[in-house]
């Protein structure tokens, strides 16, 4: 079975549209790009249009490239004090004269819908989460719209960034998993990997995963997003591990997609708990 993410992420999309129209609520997210890295122009933009098509406000704040710390949480501070933002995405990564750490504790956490403020990814490993990452909460989402089962299974993440491999640890393990993290020191990789029944890889290196790794029937999600001879590919080696797994994400068109459904759901989220005073 492909899983196919964008199918599910228009699906979502346009539930939420419903959901947002209805709701009487206007939603509004803003983005903070530093620079004109082309790839962070593309997924802000990309961002900026999936908010349209859900009604979601947007507004840009673009910075230039040598914006020092200062500026940048200055631009947050505002947005944190704007009573029409409900959520703020700093696109990552940022120069690299800006302490990023610094930047992502500005933002309140009532209106980081990109869950990487300490006090969301401290909720989300307390098993109470508010706002969880939008890659791995996208994950959870599309397993789930394909009837994928997780309580009790083995799942191995290969992978332990802060934006991606622990948070999807967090979430797998509050969904009943049993979750292994394996990083560049794991020792005997394969031996880990051949025991999962779902195998998600984020380590950014193309066709990483190969069949030897996989064992036969898993479930492969692969964050991944490289260039090979000019292609965009993932982490796994998808022409070979597709006949072994019993279902697989492609890449393009898999996890990528279910990122931006979940930023936009994770907006109107914020909406919905600012309009209901939520305590945080
Ligand atoms: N589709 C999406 O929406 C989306 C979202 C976010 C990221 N991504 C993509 O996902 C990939 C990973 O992103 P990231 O931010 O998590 O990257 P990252 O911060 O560079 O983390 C990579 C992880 O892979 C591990 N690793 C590297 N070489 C390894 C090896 N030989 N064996 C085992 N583990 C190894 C690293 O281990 P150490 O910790 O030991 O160094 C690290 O934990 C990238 O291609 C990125 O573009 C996609």
Redesign the pocket.
């Known amino acids: 079975m492909i899983l196919d993410g964008k199918a599910c992420s228009e699906q979502r999309l346009e539930i939420l549209r419903d959901e947002i129209d209805e709701s009487g609520l206007s939603p509004h997210l803003a983005t903070v790009i530093v620079g004109s890295d082309p790839a962070s122009q593309m997924y802000v933009r990309m961002k900026h249009r999936a908010c349209e098509r859900v009604h979601i406000g947007s507004v840009g704040i673009e910075l230039t490239a040598d914006a020092t710390t200062e500026k940048v949480i200055a631009s947050v501070r505002q947005l944190n004090e704007d009573p029409e933002i409900d959520g703020i995405l700093v696109q990552l990564p940022l120069p690299r004269q800006v302490e990023t750490g610094r930047v992502i504790k500005a933002v309140r956490p009532d209106k980081d819908v990109d869950g990487y403020h300490p006090v969301n990814l401290g909720l989300l490993f307390s098993a109470t989460p508010r706002f969880a990452p939008c890659?791995p909460r996208g994950i959870m989402t599309l397993l789930a719209a394909n009837r994928i089962p997780v309580a009790g299974k083995h799942a191995v993440i290969?992978?332990?960034?802060v934006?991606?491999?622990r948070p999807m640890a967090a979430l797998l393990l509050n969904a009943d998993a049993t979750v292994t993290v394996?990083?560049?020191?794991?020792r005997n990789?394969a031996d880990v990997t051949r025991q999962a029944d779902i195998l998600v890889s984020?380590?950014?290196?193309a066709h990483f995963v190969t069949a030897g790794m996989v064992k036969k029937g898993a479930v492969v999600i692969d964050?991944?997003?490289?260039q090979l001879n000019g292609k965009l590919v993932g982490d796994v080696d998808f022409a070979a591990v597709s006949s072994i797994a019993s279902a697989i994400t492609p890449v393009p068109g898999g996890?990528?997609p279910m990122?931006i459904a979940t930023l936009m759901e994770n907006t109107f989220q914020a909406a919905k708990e600012r309009a209901c005073g939520s305590v945080w």
Do not use: A, P, W, Y
């Open positions: 890659t290969l992978g332990r960034s934006d991606v491999g394996c990083h560049s020191k794991t990789l984020s380590v950014g290196k964050v991944g997003i490289n996890v990528g990122t």
